[in-house]
């Protein structure tokens, strides 16, 4: 596929190093010339210095042969200007980042009247998923699939925990669950595990299963999820305004510290079911006045990396439960969850995400991405005439480091064996190792 | 510096030489020539290197700009050195550094020989020179990015170090992509000039030598007296067109295939490198008439051929230039700074840097009017970035004080003035051919050992565009950790 990004900036560049590694033809179109030469020197792309509201500049990239234009610049409005134009000039489709809250309540409008394929707020899926993280209060992180039917938790494993040292399949036969373990990371390496995997302390596992059995392994192995009513969260950016309307929603109390007073003026216009404070976040004194032993959850989300990293510890050192950090740089996350740091929300990988799987098809209903792609959970729909329906799974022959997770059948939701078959219509979620998987058929491409 | 992925790129490199030595093994086995064993030994040698070095595994390294720059110094300079290996095994030039000079000519598209009596050799010898001239051309290393599998990423940092011009301009966001259509555009300029030559009246052997000689702008012949020796009026015409459009940015040629055929129009050098040629053309032509030949079609004939294959760094003669007024002399040297188009297979300064240069210059004094003024240098209607305006400067700064060095130590072989000062610029711009003893129909065996190899290096230097051979030379390049 043809692709065009305007703006080489963080987001841009990491989908940019992401689309071109799976064989895309990437063309980025930036003003900034620092930007782009990094760009140009590190990855497999085309770049072109210019504005991308410019048709000649969009003509150059070669618009018209183009499949799919995206906008990430740090401007809304350019963004729309931007996929307005190109949609004009004969792309097929378009995709723009739109995060002010002002937009927030029109985006469907938007999306209808500047022909948008899909618009991308990356403040609010961030918000999304520190509330799916803290609805389920033991896990790291928290991903739906199947609109929520299926959901997949990350869970680091500490020594009180009885599964250390046990073999996965024997696991099954103990402790009588419907969950898969899907995933095991362990030092920073990727291991899509079979049935002889011994799990060890220090290694955060990826379940999957339905909620209920999910609640119920957790509740068997000493993590039982804590119900969370108190919140604090620090930085009243764009995150906290979506955030603490949507914990507010969910009857959680919730708390916002804001270093800008007039930012402060705003937020509790916004979120006037929250308290807000006007103070530093990193101010230890500050934060203990502020009862930070008695919170739940604490939650980092100011515009820098640093602060949020030394907010967080404080926070940790102090006694808040669960302690969540937001990072800008992705190369930052490994860093962060080792000085033990509950979960780390990154918006700008959220935003890649989405994109990557806008990219890879139709079918394509979710797509979670583990350490920089190095393993992905792909929920895929089985369409009509692929070659894998009504097959016994035993049969495909699923290449090495692939398995079929779940299978979803209108209510019903299967962890599947060898015997048992795809139908046509069926919610997959396949877990793969360094592989990207766009359709079904491709799963069984090797047999 | 990454040694890992370095030596992997090196070893993939020769082993894509060792491939290419078998076609020169294919006709030296046709003709039953003498030379048979050589380039056996040459393919086995080469590969033993290779083979092994192309298996190293680099782990998740990336490839850093310094990397790229040391692969393509070293590997050019091993290229040249197993590149010998045929030359001296075969008995051609029994002493190293004469086959080492021969081979950085070759590949190097410089054409500057040593060898006194061409027709005598082997024709499997001739074939692996003018061939050698055809791969360096468009340049090994895209060549190896084309054919082998990638070397991981950060493979733009190889491509950028090889790139003839200033600002590299990948054509496709991918690199091996990008070699690819290059190669294919190179291969389909051959083939049609083969076809022609064929066409023309030339035997195919010599067909497919002055093709290589001609697409690679290398300008080596298998005739003592180049192109002259054929006295074909047709012949010389292919082979100035020819010359002409490899002289020209491929990227253009790209556009053009891409629907936009007023592409070379609208660009700024190509319209430089006419121009240029065209009025030297016309200045030579009217010197030349009525002193050295008689007619007014002979002498465009002549100058013609002369400027384009001089222009273009090329160094095909038809007749000996040595003998022309000293006017037309000096225009040639000129033409020898100048070189071709960026992107194209043509050496020496390149015609987008001298117009730049020109450029640049202008606004200097125009700054003097005006102080205040703010002029911004372009190129089409885009801005030259000052980043890219320094590196010209500081580029042609290297050029001409490489130049200087190298006639320094050449001058201490005592020949006339005009061999010395040719000798280097012509190695330097990849031309062959200068003036002198070294002259159309002259040769270097003339020169000391140490002569030949700092003309060599000259050759490399040129290729290369300066940057990679002198940061070898750079103790902090080598250390793995800069401090």
Redesign the interface.
């Given at each position: 596929m043809k692709i065009i990004i305007i703006g080489a900036g963080k987001v841009g560049y990491n989908l940019a190093e992401n689309l071109?590694k799976s064989?895309h033809?990437?063309?980025i179109i930036d003003k900034n010339?620092a930007a782009l030469s990094k760009a140009?020197?590190?990855l497999?792309?085309?770049c072109i210095k210019g504005s991308g509201v410019s048709t000649n500049i969009l003509m150059e990239a070669g618009i018209e042969t183009a499949d799919l234009l995206i906008a990430v610049t740090n401007s809304d409005e350019v963004n729309m200007v931007c996929c307005l134009t190109a949609k004009k000039l004969g792309v097929k489709h378009t995709i723009a980042r739109i995060r002010d809250h002002e937009y927030a309540h029109e985006l469907l409008l938007l999306k209808e009247e500047l022909g948008l394929d899909l618009i991308i707020n990356p403040e609010q899926a961030a918000a999304d998923e520190i509330a799916n993280v803290l609805n389920f209060s033991s896990a790291i992180n928290v991903e739906n699939f199947a609109k929520g039917r299926v959901k997949m938790v990350e869970i680091k494993v500490t020594e009180d925990m009885p599964m250390v040292g046990m073999r996965l399949k024997d696991m099954g036969s103990k402790f009588e669950s419907s969950v898969l373990v899907g995933v095991v990371i362990r030092d920073d390496e990727v291991i899509v595990p079979n049935g002889d995997f011994i799990i060890n302390e220090n290694d955060s596992i990826y379940l999957i299963g339905q909620p209920s059995h999910l609640y119920n392994f957790c509740k068997m192995f000493g993590k039982v999820p804590h119900k969370i009513r108190n919140v604090m969260i620090v930085g009243g950016g764009r995150i906290a305004v979506y955030l603490g309307k949507l914990l507010a929603e969910m009857g959680m109390k919730v708390k916002v510290i804001e270093i800008d007073r007039d930012n402060c003026i705003q937020l509790s216009e916004l979120i006037p079911e929250a308290l807000i404070i006007h103070g530093d976040g990193t101010d230890e004194e500050l934060l203990r006045s502020e009862n930070i032993d008695e919170m739940d959850a604490f939650i980092a989300v100011t515009g820098m990396d640093e602060e949020n990293m030394m907010a967080a510890l404080i926070a940790k050192q102090n006694g808040a439960k669960k302690v969540i950090s937001k990072a800008s740089r992705i190369n930052y996350i490994s860093i962060i969850k080792s000085l033990g740091i509950d979960s780390v929300i990154s918006p700008k990988q959220i935003t890649s995400n989405q994109i990557l799987k806008y990219v890879r098809g139709n079918n394509v209903e979710s797509l979670y991405r583990i350490i920089e792609g190095q393993a992905e959970i792909t929920e895929i729909i089985a369409e009509p005439g692929s070659r894998i329906l009504n097959t016994k799974l035993k049969k495909l022959g699923l290449p090495k480091d692939t398995i079929i997770a779940t299978v979803v059948r209108k209510n019903e939701v299967v962890i599947p064996h060898g015997n048992d078959i795809i139908k046509e219509g069926d919610r997959v979620i396949v877990i793969s190792k360094n592989k990207n998987i766009s359709s079904l058929d491709e799963v069984a491409a090797v047999s | 510096m990454n040694f890992r992925v370095v030596f992997k790129a090196l070893g993939m490199l020769l082993v894509c030489e060792s491939l290419l030595m078998i076609l020169p093994l294919v006709v030296a086995v046709y003709y039953q020539g003498t030379d048979i064993s050589a380039f056996f030994l040459g393919i086995l040698i080469t590969g033993i290197f290779g083979v092994p070095l192309s298996f190293i595994k680099t782990g998740k390294k990336?490839m850093y700009?310094r990397d790229g720059f040391a692969i393509v110094a070293l590997g050019w300079v091993l290229l040249s050195i197993f590149g010998s290996v045929p030359y001296i095994i075969s008995g051609v030039m029994p002493s190293f550094v004469d086959g080492f000079f021969e081979a950085v000519s070759g590949f190097s598209t410089t054409s500057a020989s040593i060898l006194t009596h061409i027709e005598d050799l082997p024709k499997g010898i001739l074939f692996w020179r003018s061939f050698t001239h055809w791969a360096g051309g468009m340049g090994v290393i895209v060549l190896t990015l084309a054919m082998l599998p990638s070397v991981g990423?950060?493979?733009?940092?190889m491509l950028k170090a090889e790139y003839p011009g200033p600002t590299p301009g990948?054509l496709?966001?991918?690199?091996k992509e990008t070699a690819k259509i290059l190669y294919k555009i190179y291969l389909v300029f051959t083939l049609l000039e083969i076809i022609m030559l064929k066409f023309a009246g030339m035997p195919l052997y010599d067909a497919f030598i002055h093709t290589f000689g001609t697409v690679g702008t290398g300008g080596a012949s298998n005739m003592n007296a180049s192109v002259g020796a054929y006295n074909n009026i047709k012949i010389e015409v292919i082979i100035t067109i020819f010359t002409f459009m490899c002289g020209t940015n491929f990227t253009l040629y790209y556009q053009m295939l891409k629907g936009d055929l007023k592409a070379p129009l609208k660009d700024d050098e190509f319209r430089f490198y006419c121009g240029a040629i065209i009025i030297s053309i016309v200045l030579i032509t009217i010197n030349l008439y009525g002193n050295m030949f008689s007619s007014l079609w002979e002498s465009l004939r002549h100058s013609s051929f002369q400027v384009v294959s001089v222009m273009t760094t090329t160094g095909f003669a038809t007749t000996d230039y040595n003998n022309w007024g000293m006017f037309s002399k000096i225009i040639l040297l000129i033409l020898m700074f100048i070189g071709g188009c960026a992107g194209s297979t043509g050496g020496a300064l390149k015609s987008i840097r001298v117009l730049l240069l020109i450029r640049v210059m202008k606004r200097e004094l125009l700054q003097i009017i005006h102080p205040r003024a703010v002029y911004m240098v372009k190129l089409g209607n885009k801005t030259v970035?000052e980043?890219t305006i320094s590196e010209i400067l500081g580029f042609f700064f290297m050029y001409i004080l490489i130049f200087i060095a190298a006639v320094l130590v050449i001058s201490l072989d005592n020949l006339d003035w005009a061999t010395t000062i040719t000798a280097a610029a012509a190695t330097l711009g990849n031309i062959g051919p200068g003036f002198g003893i070294v002259g159309p129909m002259g040769n270097y065996s003339q020169f000391s050992d140490l002569s030949k190899l700092v003309l060599s290096l000259c050759m490399i230097i040129g290729r290369l565009e300066i940057y990679p051979i002198l940061l070898l030379g750079i103790p902090s390049f080598w250390k793995k950790t800069n401090l």
């Open positions: 071109s064989n033809d990437v063309i010339y140009e020197e590190n497999e792309v085309l | 990336t700009a990423s950060g493979t733009v940092q990948k496709v966001p991918q690199v970035e980043k």
